[in-house]
T-cell receptor, first 110, second 113 residues
Framework: GQNIDQPTEMTATEGAIVQINCTYQ??????LFWYQQHAGEAPTFLSYNVLDGLEEKGRFSSFLSRSKGYSYLLLKELQMKDSASYLC???????????FGDGTTLTVKP | DAGITQSPRHKVTETGTPVTLRCHQT?????MYWYRQDPGHGLRLIHYSYGVKDTDKGEVSDGYSVSRSKTEDFLLTLESATSSQTSVYFCAITPSRDTDTQYFGPGTRLTVL
């Protein structure tokens, strides 16, 4: 089965850096996704990590350690529009589907 | 944006009535999914489809059925709606099982009284 843990809520200040962690235990692993979801809207794709290491995409970076079952999403130069929920999801090729964590609600304050 | 729509966008119904939600895509993607999202539970998979007339159950499939008679349409039916099925329902599509990057529809907010 899959067990995915991420913090429920985080608060950060505009212009700062925030790191959202995700840990997982899984019987099969192909890759890890991060999605962003603004209140009242659908989730949208942010990143997909298959190999260990850091992948950078503009202000957002995502890190994966397969041996530790650990990932984080790093948001730099926070903006008010970054206030949203961030969903971690593990893809299992054996099952052919992704399992989502409960999401981390990030609030960015002025 | 992926061409994926859901209908209706909002629905209020009474306990015991059947309800059908529709997901329509214009991307010709093979894989389609239905999720529900409730506070504190994230996205939970209800049913998914690998192709026309090829469907399988997810983790919370009790009380739900699906049908896929055409590539572009994936229907979710609540056979006899209950208050516990009040939720936001999202449809998602993905072009490939190699990566499973999912693109979500706008969601349907269902209230069962």
């Amino acid at each position: 089965g899959q067990n995915i843990d991420q913090p429920t809520e985080m608060t950060a200040t505009e212009g700062a850096i925030v790191q959202i962690n995700c840990t997982y235990q899984t019987s099969g692993f192909n890759g890890l996704f991060w999605y962003q979801q603004h209140a009242g809207e659908a989730p949208t794709f942010l990143s997909y990590n298959v190999l260990d290491g850091l992948e950078e995409k503009g202000r957002f970076s995502s890190f994966l350690s397969r041996s530790k079952g650990y990932s984080y999403l790093l948001l730099k130069e926070l903006q008010m529009k970054d206030s949203a929920s961030y969903l971690c999801a593990v893809y299992n090729t054996n099952a052919g589907k992704s399992t989502f964590g409960d999401g981390t609600t990030l609030t960015v304050k002025p | 944006d992926a061409g994926i729509t859901q209908s209706p966008r909002h629905k209020v119904t009474e306990t015991g009535t059947p309800v059908t939600l529709r997901c329509h895509q214009t991307e010709n993607h093979r894989y389609m999914y239905w999720y529900r999202q409730d506070p504190g539970h994230g996205l939970r998979l209800i049913h998914y489809s690998y192709g026309v007339k090829d469907t399988d159950k997810g983790e919370v499939s009790d009380g739900y059925s699906v049908s896929r008679s055409k590539t572009e349409d994936f229907l979710l039916t609540l056979e006899s709606a209950t208050s516990s099925q009040t939720s936001v329902y999202f449809c998602a599509i993905t072009p490939s099982r190699d990566t499973d990057t999912q693109y979500f529809g706008p969601g349907t907010r269902l209230t069962v009284l």
